[in-house]
């Protein structure tokens, strides 16, 4: 069938058709208008957020009363093929011709939502009546429930794609806490209470076909629909692609009455409870508690909504505040963090999180969190207006500053929050300008906080969850379901076995069926000449080729700055300073000092002049002074701990300011690298916190894949391998022994560190800001020329980049192919497999490669058909990463993961060497989807900056994203298979390549055995702690 052809009625004749609800500004600065259809009550918001990308998120108000997952296995099968368009999978090889990367979704407890990206305008409206045609009339059939949600293996295994996704999360430390918290929080008959991701008993025997039927003709429907588009794209031209779904759905007629969802009246929390939480696990060292109590109705009292949240920050916003003082930053630490949030239900319920907290001090949150909360209620502690105000001033910058770092999600969140409880537009105001709302609260006084306090939390019942880890609990649910497994194979016997085989074998048949090529091809890739990138000026003082040290005369005096500085002129209101520092010359003994020590410099005192600053008044200046500040290992720039982005040579310290306040900001950039002060008691707090935050991360399966995969490509001495969770506990676990015996040698240290990485040739500093708008207010230039105490203009004008490729090892492993290890708190199984590949982000094999790559991994490709298609994993990849000069294999939440590692040889293996034709059409999409992929690397302006600074690393152009597109629209054919051949064959060799696999205890033996099938030879690690990767060096 050809697409809905977009031509018709004028444009003033469609606008006619549509009524303007709501007409506004996001923060006073983007165009939002909210339109709704005169005849099908369909609601369409348009944000008009500048760049590249044009975002798309369908969203429907969904209710649930039970565990069956209906909104969660609705969500899938929607996917699955159309009246228009019936075919599995049709949608997403579509949308990966429309430059964009298929389509995605999520499943909140209250809604729904459909999400689509694209580059440029044409290709979304071009997607849009087809998308919506699979929300509306999807084909949902018994075929499509049996693969995709839930079916018995022809060896009586559990699978089906939501089933592999809800075994993966079902009994992990957060769903059973949080779900514990809101069936406490929400007694019958409230929908707030279900688990919408379905539980895997419902799966099994409760959730049916039937009953998903039933639910979309009940939740899909065009007055509960609300289509939100954030991007540069015109209404009428919306319209005039919203003609044939709006023609479709009146010649369907009479819809019957609608009730709009979460209308009924949620029953109330009569007194306070308080549960112990049991959740699998291999260790039990720490755990995690939430306190809640019931908030503000995000329907009536929306401001007062927003009042507990800035409430919340203030009590938990920087380690001087309140709750962390208190649990957090002392010798004795009673938890790693506390975090607070809110869920905005019709009655809201807010909370906050203890993690990591140690096993024996689980009981003692509650008491203490009270009692503490009570000084302040009562006077004795007293709120601190000075903080309180420099809060809200740093939540209105927040509010601008999120237009420029994620504006699409920020925008669609708010206006997904007023479709689901909004009555009319000055709701849908308040939501997207909520400063207006902060400046009012800068007038209130202390006491008006104390009364929301009191409110909603002292005078209330409560429902505090304490979440311990138990290894009794992982051998119960493991005995559990073996003999559940065992019943049922007893159950089914041979023949039952084989009909369910045969079952599956048909529903993928008829699933399978392709799409017609007339089909595909009736929607055209769009060109893309008319992408809206974000402008961009890159200059530098040091003598890289990319991009030449050439810069207006306005910027000469960079020249003169005595250490390397590179500029990124881009609109912002804000500026961005961004330290690198180079830890080549770091001695081994000294390199696992770097988490540690990148966690000290902002909560350390400080010396300023003839004085020094208290480590408290450090932290709430700068809380006051910054919008963000961060620091991390690599160049990944996202601030986690115990792990690395590219370049993890480098160490990267973040400061964003507003540029009133720009000078403030080097002083401080200044001060906590140079002038920080490391106190034994600093170092003793943040040690002993570190180490509880690292239980929490013990029980991640893609976290312990992640650092055997660290270990075994790259050198034991790397910061890849000295920043791992295993190797720092060990390290700090000593530290904190040592500080009892050799405190000074200890602090000496850490300043050995810091004087090696620090120097003046070991720093660059990358700063991003809009330059003719900050040299509207100053000289941005002058403050630089102190920033180092060594102010002679020589310097070493060369970066020094060690690529990640140049650390990669050399340890030959003998007949071992590879390690694996059992993980208690894990129920689906995780895989990493790489092999040496291209190293220069230049190579002209790359275009190829990525092409080839998005090929077999796009959604609806050969590896999406075939391994989460049948329910194997829930998610899997093939990536490159020249900077690591690798090529990486990944399967994710896989319930079979000995299935799904034979499909992905099976098809790497057909397409290397020819057994399986390289498809035209297919081809196309994969070209058109990486497109956009290379795009949405500069999707905002943080991005931009992001990339930026790789560009300088890696020594390409700042052009290199756009020539790279240019090289990709070229691959052809002959050229996919080539480095198919070349490249990929490595990689599905045992003998040349590396596999780490973390699973649960019970699977260790049979995936041994069954992986000694295709040629591997896997090392079993019996114990983490005591094995490879986590001796020091």
């Known amino acids: 069938m050809a697409a809905p052809n977009q031509s018709g009625p004028n444009s003033t004749s469609l606008l006619d058709k549509y009524e303007i609800i709501c007409q506004l500004r996001a923060s006073g600065t983007i165009p939002v208008v909210k339109y709704r259809s005169r005849k099908t009550g369909l609601q369409i918001i348009l944000a008009r957020v500048e760049g590249p990308l044009v975002n798309g998120y369908f969203t429907l108000a969904t209710e649930a009363h039970d565990d069956d997952g209906l909104p969660h296995t609705l969500e899938h099968l929607i996917f699955l093929g159309s009246e228009d368009y019936p075919y599995k999978g049709v949608l997403d090889l579509l949308a990966n011709r429309c430059l964009a990367s298929g389509t995605n979704a999520w499943t909140d407890t209250d809604h729904t939502a459909y999400t689509v990206q694209t580059a440029g305008s044409e290709g979304f409206l071009n997607l849009l009546p087809i998308y919506l045609d699979h929300l509306l009339y999807p084909t949902l059939t018994d075929s499509g429930f049996t693969t995709e949600v839930y079916h018995i293996t022809g060896e009586g295994e559990d699978a089906g794609v939501v089933y592999s996704e809800m075994q993966g999360r079902e009994n992990t430390d957060n769903d059973r806490c949080y779900r514990a918290m809101l069936r406490a929080m929400y007694p019958e008959p409230s929908g707030y209470r279900s688990e919408t991701?379905?539980?895997?008993?419902?799966?099994?025997?409760?959730?049916?076909?039937?009953?998903?039927?039933?639910?979309?003709?009940?939740?899909?429907?065009?007055?509960?629909?609300?289509?939100?588009?954030?991007?540069?794209?015109?209404?009428?031209?919306?319209?005039?692609?919203?003609?044939?779904?709006?023609?479709?759905?009146?010649?369907?007629?009479?819809?019957?009455?609608?009730?709009?969802?979460?209308?009924?009246?949620?029953?109330?929390?009569?007194?306070?409870?308080?549960?112990?939480?049991?959740?699998?696990?291999?260790?039990?060292?720490?755990?995690?508690?939430?306190?809640?109590?019931?908030?503000?109705?995000?329907?009536?009292?929306?401001?007062?909504?927003?009042?507990?949240?800035?409430?919340?920050?203030?009590?938990?916003?920087?380690?001087?505040?309140?709750?962390?003082?208190?649990?957090?930053?002392?010798?004795?630490?009673?938890?790693?963090?506390?975090?607070?949030?809110?869920?905005?239900?019709?009655?809201?319920?807010?909370?906050?999180?203890?993690?990591?907290?140690?096993?024996?001090?689980?009981?003692?949150?509650?008491?203490?969190?009270?009692?503490?909360?009570?000084?302040?209620?009562?006077?004795?502690?007293?709120?601190?207006?000075?903080?309180?105000?420099?809060?809200?001033?740093?939540?209105?910058?927040?509010?601008?500053?999120?237009?420029?770092?994620?504006?699409?999600?920020?925008?669609?969140?708010?206006?997904?929050?007023?479709?689901?409880?909004?009555?009319?537009?000055?709701?849908?105001?308040?939501?997207?300008?909520?400063?207006?709302?902060?400046?009012?609260?800068?007038?209130?006084?202390?006491?008006?906080?104390?009364?929301?306090?009191?409110?909603?939390?002292?005078?209330?019942?409560?429902?505090?969850?304490?979440?311990?880890?138990?290894?009794?609990?992982?051998?119960?649910?493991?005995?559990?379901?073996?003999?559940?497994?065992?019943?049922?194979?007893?159950?089914?016997?041979?023949?039952?076995?084989?009909?369910?085989?045969?079952?599956?074998?048909?529903?993928?048949?008829?699933?399978?069926?392709?799409?017609?090529?007339?089909?595909?091809?009736?929607?055209?890739?769009p060109s893309v000449a008319s992408i809206n990138y974000h402008p961009l000026k890159a200059y530098n003082n040091h003598m890289e080729v990319y991009p030449a040290p050439l810069f207006p005369s306005n910027l000469a005096q960079i020249s003169q700055l005595p250490f390397k500085f590179q500029l990124d002129d881009i609109h912002s209101n804000f500026v961005e300073m961004i330290a690198v520092l180079d830890t080549v010359y770091l001695p081994t003994s000294l390199r696992p000092y770097l988490t540690l020590l990148l966690d000290l410099i902002f909560e350390s005192p400080v010396v300023r002049g003839d004085q020094v600053i208290p480590y408290e008044d450090v932290v709430r200046e700068l809380a006051a002074d910054t919008l963000n500040q961060d620091a991390s290992v690599g160049l990944a720039l996202n601030g986690r701990r115990f792990s690395c982005g590219s370049y993890c040579t480098n160490a990267a310290v973040v400061i964003k300011v507003e540029m009133g306040k720009y000078e403030r900001g080097i002083q401080w950039l200044r001060e906590i690298l140079f002038q920080s002060q490391f106190t034994t008691e600093r170092v003793q707090v943040k040690a002993k916190k570190l180490i509880n935050s690292i239980g929490k991360s013990k029980r991640s399966g893609p976290k312990v894949a992640e650092l055997m995969f660290h270990n075994v490509a790259f050198k034991n001495d790397t910061n890849q391998n000295q920043q791992n969770i295993l190797r720092q506990e060990k390290f700090l676990n000593n530290l904190l022994q040592r500080l009892t015996t050799e405190e000074g040698k200890v602090l000496e240290e850490l300043e050995q560190v810091r004087g090696v990485i620090m120097q003046k040739d070991r720093i660059t500093i990358h700063m991003a800001t809009d330059y003719e708008q900050l040299s509207a207010q100053l000289d941005p230039i002058a403050p630089w020329r102190d920033f180092v105490a060594d102010k002679d203009s020589s310097r070493d004008n060369i970066l020094n980049i060690v690529p990640d490729s140049e650390l990669l090892s050399q340890e030959d492993l003998g007949n071992t192919t590879g390690f694996l290890t059992g993980v208690g708190s894990v129920e689906s199984a995780y895989l990493l497999q790489s092999t040496r590949c291209v190293t220069e982000h230049r190579d002209w094999d790359v275009p190829a490669i990525l092409t080839a790559i998005q090929y077999l991994t796009q959604l609806e490709g050969p590896m999406w058909r075939e391994i989460r298609g049948q329910g194997l994993a829930y998610s899997y990849s093939i990536s490159l990463n020249p900077t690591q000069g690798l090529l990486i294999l990944k399967l994710a939440r896989a319930s079979q993961l000995t299935g799904a590692y034979r499909e992905a040889l099976n098809i790497l293996n057909s397409h290397i060497n020819g057994t399986t034709a390289w498809d035209d059409t297919l081809l196309e999409s994969a070209r058109s989807s990486l497109i956009f992929e290379i795009i949405e690397r500069e999707a905002v302006i943080a991005d931009v900056v992001q990339q930026s600074l790789l560009s300088f690393f890696r020594r390409v152009p700042h052009s290199y994203n756009k020539d790279l597109i240019e090289r990709v629209a070229k691959v052809t054919l002959e050229d996919v298979k080539r480095v198919a051949l070349k490249y990929f064959t490595p990689l599905v060799e045992p003998s040349?390549?590396?596999?780490?696999?973390?699973?649960?205890?019970?699977?260790?033996?049979?995936?041994?055995?069954?992986?000694?099938?295709?040629?591997?030879?896997?090392?079993?690690?019996?114990?983490?702690?005591e094995s490879r990767f986590a001796d020091q060096v």
């Open 197 to 525: 991701g379905g539980i895997m008993k419902n799966l099994r025997e409760s959730t049916s076909n039937s009953k998903i039927r039933q639910y979309h003709q009940e939740f899909y429907r065009p007055e509960n629909l609300h289509i939100i588009v954030t991007g540069q794209v015109e209404a009428e031209d919306v319209f005039a692609a919203l003609e044939p779904v709006e023609q479709k759905i009146l010649s369907k007629g009479d819809r019957g009455p609608y009730t709009r969802p979460w209308q009924s009246p949620v029953p109330p929390l009569e007194a306070s409870v308080d549960k112990l939480v049991q959740y699998p696990s291999d260790s039990e060292d720490t755990g995690m508690v939430l306190a809640a109590w019931r908030g503000p109705s995000s329907v009536t009292q929306y401001n007062e909504l927003i009042s507990m949240g800035v409430l919340m920050e203030y009590l938990t916003h920087s380690s001087v505040s309140p709750l962390p003082i208190v649990f957090v930053e002392v010798i004795d630490p009673l938890a790693s963090s506390v975090h607070h949030s809110c869920y905005e239900n019709s009655l809201s319920a807010c909370y906050f999180e203890f993690s990591g907290v140690p096993r024996q001090k689980v009981e003692n949150i509650k008491p203490l969190l009270m009692s503490t909360l009570e000084r302040i209620a009562l006077g004795v502690d007293r709120i601190d207006m000075q903080v309180m105000k420099d809060i809200l001033t740093n939540l209105v910058l927040r509010e601008e500053s999120r237009l420029e770092t994620s504006p699409h999600s920020t925008i669609a969140d708010h206006i997904i929050g007023d479709a689901l409880y909004g009555t009319a537009c000055e709701h849908l105001e308040a939501r997207l300008n909520k400063k207006a709302w902060y400046e009012v609260l800068l007038q209130q006084s202390c006491q008006y906080w104390v009364d929301l306090l009191c409110k909603y939390v002292m005078d209330a019942p409560s429902v505090v969850v304490r979440g311990v880890p138990s290894l009794a609990e992982s051998t119960r649910l493991e005995e559990e379901e073996k003999k559940r497994v065992e019943a049922r194979k007893a159950e089914l016997g041979e023949e039952g076995l084989k009909m369910w085989k045969e079952k599956v074998e048909k529903a993928k048949e008829m699933n399978e069926l392709p799409p017609p090529s007339d089909m595909l091809e009736s929607v055209p890739v």
């Open 992 to 1025: 040349s390549s590396k596999t780490v696999i973390v699973c649960h205890p019970s699977s260790v033996q049979e995936t041994v055995q069954e992986l000694e099938k295709f040629g591997h030879k896997l090392s079993v690690i019996d114990s983490l702690e």
